[in-house]
């Protein structure tokens, strides 16, 4: 599964992750500031 979510803190960069969800949570495979995606205004 993926999830994005901007952060503020970054520019409004886009916070890319990919998750496998598991009993009582999630791991994560990777995640990464997506530096060519940006927040629309």
């Given amino acids: ?3 994005f979510r901007t952060v503020p803190e970054r ?3 886009v ?3 990919v998750y496998v969800p598991i ?3 999630a791991r994560v495979v990777t995640m ?3 530096r060519g995606r940006r927040r629309k205004a």
Wanted: net charge positive; aromatic share 6%.
């Fill in 1 to 3: 599964m993926r999830a």
């Fill in 11 to 13: 520019d409004g960069r």
């Fill in 15 to 17: 916070l890319r992750v």
């Fill in 23 to 25: 009993p009582g949570g």
């Fill in 32 to 34: 990464f500031l997506d």
